[in-house]
């Protein structure tokens, strides 16, 4: 869901024409690279790309950026992936109510019968091993503490993007940039999604200037449907 929301979040800060169409191709490959970038004969599969692309295109987020700016993004998208990821897994794919009651029928609703009753199942065990494999190791040797870990790794990653948002509108002054819009993809599904357990979310709506900072994005940004030539195609998932 990150990958999505962060590239959708970039191409509207960037100003490109985007028409975002969800797509379901379980059947083929649940592992198919989403998302997908189509523009006229040209198509673009992995997210890196398609940026780049976008970027060619003169559809550049980061075009004022200094290059301190720039190294501080590259730094602040690796604090994401490292400290606020592994909880936000545990939130939508582990946890069992979040799971049972909000992921797994949200998600199971989108695909087809009878892969509706496999698939969610198997992306739940696949963010777990994820969790373990990257966070398991010595000297947290349970699942209790490897859960107390992840959710404290989490808050102050929180925590710090607060700090560094601070009064500010986005994160380098007045105009979105690509780390606006990472932050934007990571923070926009727990703040919105309404969970049985909230550990996560309640920390984040305390954080008063992140919840603004969302609720701008999506009344700026995603409230008007977008049209023209590109058409970005994606399925929610936790890879």
Known sequence: FRNAGARGAYAKFAGAPLIVNTINNSWSSPKADVPVLISEDIVISQPAKILNFLRKQRYNADYELSAKQGADTLAYIALLE???LPALLHTFWVEAENYCSVTKPWFASRIPFPLS???PGKMSREALNRILLTRGGPPLYS???VEAQIYR?????????SK???????????????????VFGFLAPVYKVCFPRVQLQEHL?????????CD???TCYFKLTVTGKFYFSSTFSHV
């Not at 790794?153 to 993007?161: G, H, Q, R, S, V």
């Not at 709506?205 to 900072?213: A, M, P, V």
Request: glycine fraction near 4%.
């Open 82 to 84: 490292e400290k606020l």
């Open 117 to 119: 009753l496999y698939l």
């Open 143 to 145: 699942l209790t503490e």
């Open 153 to 161: 790794d989490a808050k102050e990653c929180l925590n710090l993007l």
């Open 164 to 182: 560094r948002l601070g009064t500010s509108q986005f994160f380098f002054g007045n105009t979105p940039t690509t780390l606006d819009a990472f």
């Open 205 to 213: 709506k305390e954080l008063t200037n992140l919840c603004r900072f």
């Open 216 to 218: 701008d994005i999506l």
